[in-house]
Each structure stands twice: as C-alpha cells, then as structure tokens.
C-alpha cells in the first residue's frame, strides 16, 4: 500500500512539472502564444487506444494479438504527433524556438509520466488502474 501511495505521489509530482513547462512555454512573456495548448489533447488521446485494447483482449494466449498490436500503433502515432506539432509550430514562425523546446521538454515529461502510470498500474492485482 506504501508503494503505491508513493507512485501516486510521484506521477502527480512528474504530471505537474511537465504541465509547468507546457505553461512556460505557452506564458511567458516573451513567447506569449498559446498555440502549444492544442498538446493537452494528444496527452488525453494518448492512453485511450491501450485502455481499450486492455480490455477487449484476453491476455492468455502468448500470441500476437492484432488488437493490441493496432493499440500500440495508434497510440505511438498519437506521440510521435504530440512530438511533431510544437516542431512544426516552430518551423512555420507560429512559436518561438525556446517555446518549442520548453513544449518537447514538457512533452518528455508527460509522456513518461504516462508511461510510468502503466507500468506502476498495469498488473492485474488490487490496486490495478483497470478498476477505475
């Protein structure tokens, strides 16, 4: 139970700090465009083709599973988008530079912080996220 008090602790911790360099990006007073914010979008789609794909398939058999396997291209390409429209924004003179790289920074964060909720919360024992 300790264990999982403390990774709920440190994923708010690492959600934050990710979300505070979107911000950053998005307010300071020498970028001042708030065009990154269209980020919060990919950091919601990102988890929702593994969630499905969790609960459709049965993990029993050690096959490939075309279900899952289609979950996991889905999801890479939410990520990789998430990567690529703070890189484009910045090519097309829409945000500055250093936006960008406080936005990939944020990025970086967030999508680890992702990662890590599946991995702490992915096993099927008590405290699994599948029962939220």
Known sequence: MRLVISSLISLSFGGAIGLMFLMLGCALPVYDKYWPLFL???YILSPIPYCISRRVVDDTDSASNACKELAI???T???I????LPIVFARAEVIAWGACALVLTGNVVIFGTILGFFLV???NDDFSWQQW
């Open 40 to 42: 919060l979008f990919f």
């Open 73 to 75: 291209f889905l999801t």
């Open 77 to 79: 390409g939410i990520v």
């Open 81 to 84: 988008s998430a990567f690529g």
């Open 121 to 123: 919360f992915g096993s």
